[in-house]
């Protein structure tokens, strides 16, 4: 089972169009949940971090977080074609000697058509 | 958020042979981080480095394979060893940053090709 798990894509939506990106997690304690932005042939990053339930909204984004779900998601409202990109769910599992250690999931291709 | 800086950004390299990859921040932070990321495929933690501390290694990482420097609180070196074509990734640096949270920052990279 994987530790960090994304819905599987790629995603495609039409400009000015809500794109919804879903993340699952395995490790009940976890703490910080984090969504990174990722261009082809660029390094991470980040967009939105959250740490308690329920909703954070920054600009277009907002990030949800459910701990009794294990289960974090993205939305992204007025989708444009600069949003296309993969999108990383990261996970913090802090504790022991992996204090800091981030998990990823496998990623989401995201598509914005015009 | 740090300013993060890698060297090389890439390189081509003969099997065999070893490549040193530089870390650079532009300020003082307790925890840096190695990551690889092989081609279209998520990240995954290689180690952890804490100055003044041997890495911590994940599992299926071995500091024979991927020694790790961090003489500093501003840099770390990522030495990847004896490469063969499946050492071929995107090697990664990330800082942990004190805003509250546990958040990283990602450096550029540096995009390895081993032929």
């Known amino acids: 089972q994987k530790e960090v798990e994304q819905n599987s894509g790629p995603l495609s939506v039409p400009e000015g169009a809500i794109a919804s990106l879903n993340c699952t997690y395995s490790d009940r304690v976890s703490q910080s949940f984090f969504w990174y932005r990722q261009y082809s042939g660029k390094s991470p990053e980040l967009i939105m971090s959250?740490?308690?339930?329920g909703d954070k909204e920054d600009g277009r984004f907002t990030a949800q977080l459910n701990k009794a779900s294990q289960y974090v998601s993205l939305l992204i409202r007025d989708s444009q074609p600069s949003d296309s990109a993969t999108y990383l769910c990261a996970v913090n599992s802090a504790g022991g000697t992996s204090y800091g250690k981030l998990t990823f999931g496998q990623g989401t291709i995201l598509t914005v058509h015009p | 958020s740090a300013v993060i800086s890698q060297k090389p950004s890439r390189d081509i390299c003969q099997r065999g042979t070893s490549l040193t990859i530089q870390c650079q921040v532009d300020?003082?932070?307790?925890?840096m981080f190695w990551y690889r990321q092989q081609p279209g495929q998520s990240l995954t933690l290689i180690a952890t480095a804490n100055q003044g501390s041997e890495a911590t290694y994940e599992s299926g990482f071995v500091i024979d394979k991927f020694p790790i420097s961090r003489p500093n609180l501003t840099f770390s070196t990522l030495t990847v060893s004896n490469m063969s074509p499946e050492d071929s990734s995107i090697y990664l640096c990330?800082?942990?940053?004190?805003?509250?949270?546990?958040?990283?920052?990602f450096g550029p990279g540096t995009r390895l090709l081993v032929l």
């Open positions: 959250i740490y308690s339930n």
């Open positions: 300020s003082q932070v307790t925890m």
């Open positions: 990330s800082v942990e940053w004190s805003d509250g949270g546990q958040t990283q920052y």
